[in-house]
């Protein structure tokens, strides 16, 4: 019994250091290995604005699934996604401190097509999930959108559907602005307009508003946002980052010219053409779920694109991830090299170890430990159990009485006699005491032969109640254990649950 509690208690302390690393040590762990961007030659922080980028956090819906709201299910999974993008958040991206927070699109799933009722459901929980209703979050701290597929639909979707576009801009503001973040300027643009129908309204505001963007001040660099990413040639390397295979282009349009209904990146006449007037020194991207790097060849130099990866477990990225970003001060006039003041670094962050817990020496070491234990605890068991169930041997005495004895362990024969003794007194094995005996009737034989069948099915019937009561025994201790283990870790798990869940 005594083994069996040890055992016990160690099963406590694993689980229990298993639902700490998962729920706590992980975030740590994402956050520590993560640092912010700096220039080189280093310059003074106070002239670096630190930008927190998110993407594609794509809260799961009704539409998510297939199944209905009341589904728990579908409960389950988006409570779990959004915990898990909550405690990100909270626990790796806010301790980094950002001076902006910076939202790539696709912050819904079915964002067209979900009810007024869903909607305002949604956004309440993405504004709890990226803590905008608590003090957790600086309010002087500026935060800037991107309109996604996900939240407004494709161009041929807003002229059935022009309904989508108010009530996003009523909650997030303008599909199409500017903004600037210490010395470097960024164009926010609608890219799901960009490609859409030549007449549609949405899409000739939104190329107004790339053609008459204020000059600002020239000598900054421009930075492009944009939620679909620009034309990549077909098969086109995303650099050592990408966890899942390239996605090719895939465009699909309406009936009769009425715009897209979906596509993968712009195409290449507006990729091109956004390039040339915008001139930008770095792309940010969103759209693909997965890690991207990009070098796009133009006449005035190459630009570099990173298409971020989602937040989300749920949107097929193993490796929920966001970007850290330094915008620094203007560059000296004679610099032609941008891109020194302007460092981007693209972290991995918030993901599970590839080995799991073992890729953790100490943990290697604990789990080495609880081996030897457990190899330990199991060899006493089976000795015990050979103990239990050895063989026995018939042994008959001088007046020919017969008797069980359990086998001794086999030791070398001894030639000095033809008899041995046993540890119940004189007792003589029979097969060479018989010898020098007469030979019994058959009445004995039939009276010898009648007493040992009794005591064989007696012998049966004890072994048969000897095992069912072990099996018992043993169900009963592993119960009891699995009840002690689940009483002090399910409180544990519940604790550690809903500490990052409930507002502060």
Known sequence: ????????????????????????????????????????????????????????????????????????????????????????????ILPFKPDVLLFLGDHFDGGPYMSNEEWHESLSRFKHIFSMNEHITNPNIPIHFLSGNHDIGYSAFHKIHPEVITRYEKEFGLRNYQFSAGKVDFVVVDAQTLDGAKESKERSSSWEFIRTLPSGNKSNPKVLLTHIPLYRPDNSPCGPHRSSPVINQRVSNAAMDQGIIYQNYLSKETSDLLLSLLKPVLVLSGHDHDQCTIVHPTPFGPVTEHTLGTISWQQGNLYPSFMLLSAGSKLPENSTDIEREFVVTILLLVSWPTNGLRSLPYVNAF???????????????????????GEYEMVWDAEGSMHLVKKAVAKNPSTSSDSRTTGRGSVVARPTARKHQLEPDSSVLVEMSSEMTSEDGAKGSRSSKLKIRRVLQRLFRVIQSIVVIAALNVPLYMMLLFKDWIDR
């Not at 030659?41 to 009341?70: E, F």
């Not at 609880?370 to 239990?388: P, Q």
């Open 367 to 389: 789990v080495s430990f609880m081996g030897s234990v457990a190899a330990e605890l199991f060899s006493k068991t089976k000795e015990k159990d050979d103990e239990e169930d």
């Open 1 to 92: 019994m005594q083994s069996v509690t040890r055992l016990t208690l160690l099963l406590c302390s694993a689980w229990a250091a298993a639902l700490l690393y998962g729920e706590m040590g992980a975030y740590w762990a994402a956050r520590l290995s993560c640092s912010w961007p700096s220039s080189s030659p280093p310059s003074s922080p106070n002239n670096h604005v630190k930008i927190a980028v998110v993407a594609d956090p794509q809260l799961m819906d009704s539409t998510s699934l297939g199944l209905p709201p009341s589904s728990i299910a579908l409960q389950a999974a988006e409570f779990y996604t959004d915990l898990n993008m909550r405690r990100s958040f909270q626990s790796v």
